[in-house]
């Protein structure tokens, strides 16, 4: 992508449609692209993976340097799609990807991990065995 990088912890519009005969004869797809974090709960993930992906999903600072830096800024706060909690209102980036603001809600609250997740955090793996 040329905004930063892949999309990380970021939802599909919940949009209700029936399947109609038409629709299945047609062989229109319904399906989701990234789906609903409920979509993506995985108790079963290691707390240091966890907490090591915490840390780079904070805004970047002068005591998080591995932080993401702000891609953008919205006029309206995103809600958590599990519990309705406000989250941000800003896009970060970083490490090769893009997540809203406070996606780290997603993985303390609810436990969501997605395979995007799994894939950042060896980004992060790789660059500090660099470094």
Known sequence: ????????????????????????????????????????????????DRLTLIDVLQLRSATNPSGGAVLASHASWAVCRMCGRPLGTRDFFGHGFVWPE??????????????????????IRRERRTT
């Open 102 to 123: 406070r996606a780290d809600h997603y993985v303390v609250a609810h436990q969501v991990w997605t395979p995007e997740c799994d894939e950042m955090l060896a980004a």
């Open 1 to 48: 992508m040329s905004d930063g990088g892949r999309r990380l912890l970021f939802w599909d519009d919940e949009i209700v449609v029936e399947e109609t005969p038409l629709i299945h004869a047609l062989g229109v797809s319904l399906g989701k692209r990234r789906g609903q974090p409920r979509d993506h709960v995985r108790r079963g993930v290691p707390a240091v």
